[in-house]
Each structure stands twice: as structure tokens, then as C-alpha cells.
């Protein structure tokens, strides 16, 4: 009820934004698409194609518990052996786009995916768990490609300035969700199944619904988003994601004729995970009163999050490399109240490369 609620009103407030008038929409200017970070944000005329290329780097630095910072003894000190203190992924997402018709657009997505989570172990437990060197931390790593995302994009509106269309799509499990990690433990450091934060994809098929407005005034230009994703059914690790709904509003400004300079502000809400992971460890075989790792757990997961973020666009609209695009993004978040006891995003960086013709 939250999720159609919050999408209803945002929806609404993109949809009257279109009877603005005073400048005629032009495709072939740096800010005609929205921030890198934004996915399908434009549609295409007919028998037109564009390929991008995206890299992005998270990085997530320290445990959360609601709006608050947590440090390992603070997690310790909730009965778990294991916490997460650091995090990265590296993704990397070829798109392709393709217009039949003017009425709809084609787009597919494919990532891939390379992660890597830093650990602190309990002190008096690293003993117990084959770690006699004295180290109490360790790493765990996983790449390989991703969920494929498939998505119809159809205009539902165009006016003298302003475009607005729908997005209908769905994320199908191509990401394998049963990468092992060196893991220390009884028997020594083996690879062991990892939690749902170290696996490349979802294990669901996934529907991505969604609405976009662009404006365009003579020298800037504004527009918003708002999208979900709706995991339909378990994986066959017997857990459920969850569901997500993101709103993002940006505006911009040419600077050139072939540069813009873009501030955008992003909210995300994810409901917690479903179900139980399998081939998990959930109790240490020395301490049945003791937890293992927090990301084993459903309720460390879920919350809601607010980003930040400052974008520059490059367009080349004349020569013979007219049409290719260079986007960059950073983003931070400014608000966080997470389930649980999670890893904190600390930045989003994001640069691509468009081509369309």
C-alpha cells in the first residue's frame, strides 16, 4: 500500500509537469538525457539504435542500525561472531536500445558484476574457527555476469517541450546465486555457500515497471522518475529479495552547447528479505547461543536510503563522432535508516559512454 501510494502521487506530479510550454524539445543537446545513473530515461523514433557502456563503483564503509553508525563491537555485542566493515562492486552494464516504431523502444541491460566484502571475526572466536595465526578478519570475492533486463518503453505523451513515457520490463535470473567464498570455519578456510550481498543476481524473475518526464526550458532542463521492482516468487535458495521503489527528480543546465552540468536527488525504499537462505550457517557449531555472519539473517535487510548527486554530460553534436555521449555521475547519500545491522553506502561513482544513430 506504501509503494502504490508513494508511485500514485509521483506519478501525478510527473504528468502535470507536461503542460509546461516555451521551448521546443530538442534530442541533440547534452542534457536530452537524464543523470548516467538514471536507466531508461529516453525513448527513441523509429529504426533508431543507441549502445552504452556504463562502469560504477559502490562502495559501502562501517555498519548501520537504523539512522546510526555501528562499530564491530557494537555488532559483536548482539550476539554475532561475523560483521561486514567494508565493501565494494564494480559493475559494468552494456545496453542496447532499438526503436521498431515511434511508438516503443527495446532496451536490454546486461552487467557484470565484481564484489568483494572485508570481515571482522569475534576475537575469541577466531580460534575456534581454525584461525590460530591470530588474524581476525578475512575477505570474501565473486564476479561474473549478472540479471538480464529486458524493458518496452512507449511514449505516452509529447508536448511542445516535454516528453513522458512508461517503462514496462522484467529482470530474468541470469546471475548465478550460488557463488562460494573462502570462508574460515570448522574444517579450516573452505569455500562455503555466501549470503545474498555476495551473489551476482536475484534468483527471481523480477518486473520492472516505471515512469519518466523529461523538460527542456532554452537553457535547462528538469525531469523525475519513479520505478519499482517486483520479485515474483523464491529462488531455489528458498529467498526472496526485496521489493524496491525508487523516485528521482534531477535538474540541469548547459554550460556549452555540448556540456551540461546536472544536481539530482534520489530516494530508494527495499521491503527486507523473504524466507531463509539455504546452505547457510546460522549458529556456530562452539557457541549455539551465538549468531555467524549478519548477512545470513532476513533482518538485516530493507530500509530506505536518500542520495545526492552532481552529473556532467558531454554530447559531440557535430563531425564524425556526432552522436556519442560521455557521462559522469558521484553520488552520496544524505539520509539512511536501515533494517537491521547493514553495511552504509559511503559513495556511487558512475561514468559512461553513449552512441546513437
Known sequence: MKSTLITTTVAAAILSTTQLVGHEYES?????????QVMSDHTHQKGEWMVSLRAMRMDMDGMRSGE?????????????????????????????MYAPSDSVTFMAMIPQIETKMDHEIFGMAAPLIALNDGSTTFQTRSSGLGDLKLAALTP???????????TLGFSLPTGSIGEKGI??????????????PMQLGSGTVDF?????????????SYGAQANGRIRLGKNHHNYRLGHTLQATSWVATKVSSNVSLSGRLAYQYTEGLSGTQSDLSFTPPFAQTRRTVTTAFSENYGGQRVDAAIGLNYYVNSGDLSG????????????????????SVDSVATLGWQFAW
Not at 156 to 166: F, G, L
Not at 209 to 214: F, M, R
Open 28 to 36: 541533440a543537446r547534452p542534457d536530452s538525457h537524464a543523470p548516467i
Open 68 to 96: 546510526d553508525n555501528q562499530s564491530s563491537q557494537d555488532v559483536f555485542a548482539a550476539n554475532y561472531t561475523v560483521t561486514p566493515t567494508r565493501m565494494t562492486m564494480d559493475m559494468t552494464m552494456l545496453g542496447v
Open 156 to 166: 505516452i505523451r509529447k508536448t511542445e517541450n516535454s516528453r513522458a513515457h512508461v
Open 183 to 196: 570462508i574460515p570455519g570448522p574444517g579450516g578456510r573452505i569455500a562455503r555457500q555466501m549470503p545474498a
Open 208 to 220: 520492472t515497471p516505471g515512469i519518466t518526464i523529461s523538460t527542456q526550458m532554452e537553457t535547462w
Open 324 to 343: 556519442n555521449r560521455i557521462a559522469l555521475e558521484y553520488s552520496i547519500p544524505i539520509h539512511e535508516d536501515l533494517k537491521g545491522y547493514q553495511l
